[in-house]
């Protein structure tokens, strides 16, 4: 899978380097020279992570920009994420002033840049697959203490929960567990559940309270598997 990245530097030694390590980590690279031409690209389409050049002119208020920008969002939630910053010894703004998520100084130590790019490249990855969704059509088995054991099947599938449709009515008020057995997964996957919506037509939302934690990475292996697949 290729993510998208942008570079926002003038320093075409820095961004050669840059360039190379991105590829290495199947990301797309572009580079913008201007830090407002660079905010008027991010304002129009998305990337999945972004290097700034502390050093270029105009790069402070650029990154103050993209605060403001981003707390005035709806969702509250950044579209540049991570943010990485660069910049010579000395001269580089705090982490912490910029709402960047990591670092490194300049010149690159190529040994620190693709050490701190791949974390962010992980990052990147890993709340993509936390929101993930597997569509997909298996039996579902609903038991609850003291209650019939009722059929259901599977619609869609994340880290988190499940949707799945039932002509029998689920009962919200009462705890209960679920099991599934999904493609190419030998055992079943067993965890207790909690209803979070429903509807009149049998669709239901569930969300997963306790789940064994071999099962869990079980489950968080499969679903990699099914995304990087698509």
């Avoid at 990154?63 to 579209?79: E, G, N, T, V, Y």
Wanted: hydrophobic share 40%; net charge positive.
């Amino acid at each position: 899978m290729t993510l998208s990245s942008m570079v926002v530097s003038r320093d075409w030694q820095e961004v050669s380097v840059l360039e190379c390590i991105l590829g290495g980590l199947h990301m797309d690279v572009a580079v913008e020279q201007e830090p407002q031409r660079a905010l008027t690209r991010l304002n129009k389409s998305k990337v999945d992570a972004l290097v700034v050049d502390c050093d270029l002119p105009g790069s402070a208020q650029f990154l103050r920009d993209l605060q403001r920008r981003d707390l005035q969002k709806s969702d509250k939630r950044p579209s540049t994420v991570p943010l990485v910053i660069m910049g010579a010894p000395h001269s580089q703004p705090s982490v912490n002033d910029t709402g960047a998520l990591f670092a490194f100084e300049k010149p690159i130590s190529v040994e620190q840049a693709v050490r701190t790019l791949s974390a962010a490249r992980n990052l990147i990855l890993d709340g993509r697959l936390r929101y993930h969704r597997a569509g997909l059509d298996v039996p579902v088995l609903i038991e609850g203490k003291g209650q019939s054991a009722k059929n259901a099947f599977l619609v869609n599938l994340s880290q988190g929960g499940m949707q799945i449709h039932s002509d029998a009515a689920v009962d919200a008020d009462k705890p209960f567990s679920i099991s599934f057995t999904l493609p190419s997964v030998k055992r079943a996957l067993k965890a207790q559940a909690e209803i979070a919506w429903q509807d009149q037509r049998g669709n239901v939302g569930l969300r997963f309270v306790k789940m064994a934690p071999v099962q869990q990475r079980k489950l968080q292996l499969w679903l990699a598997q099914q995304y990087f697949a698509d």
